[in-house]
């Protein structure tokens, strides 16, 4: 069981920069952390991903470039650096985990921790 507070949202013209935090109760070298939204009206999406052994991160391609996801260790903390932030990112960013023995962290899908989520809002 892992358990994952994200804090850091918040109220951002377009243009600017937010950072997400992710504390995690304990981190496995083995894990896939990352980061997901869901806009008003739309489903969930992966923002990034990053695998805690070696710190390989993957993103998607709307935020390429414009997001980095980044931990320490010696923290528990998962980060989430936002530039040039858009009004289309504007949604409720979630933090989570899962095991990535038999999985790979470039795929969004199956996982398990959530966390209770943090809403970011971008003016034009």
């Known amino acids: 069981q892992v358990q994952l507070v994200e804090s850091g949202g918040g109220s951002v013209q377009a243009g600017g920069s937010l950072r997400l935090s992710c504390a995690a109760s304990?981190?496995?070298?083995?894990?896939?952390m990352g980061w997901f939204r869901q806009a008003p009206g739309k489903e969930r999406e992966g923002v990034g991903t990053?695998?805690?052994?070696?710190?390989?991160?993957y993103y998607a391609d709307s935020v390429k470039g414009r997001f980095t996801v980044s931990q320490d260790n010696g923290k528990n903390t998962l980060y989430l650096q936002m530039n040039n932030l858009q009004p289309e990112d504007t949604a409720i960013y979630y933090c989570?985990?899962?095991?990535?023995?038999?999985?790979?962290?470039?795929?969004?899908?199956?996982?398990?921790?959530w966390g209770q989520g943090t809403q970011v809002t971008v003016s034009s």
């Open positions: 990053i695998y805690i052994r070696g710190g390989t991160t």
């Open positions: 989570a985990a899962k095991n990535a023995i038999n999985a790979r962290c470039s795929y969004f899908g199956d996982y398990l921790y």
């Open positions: 304990h981190i496995y070298s083995t894990y896939c």
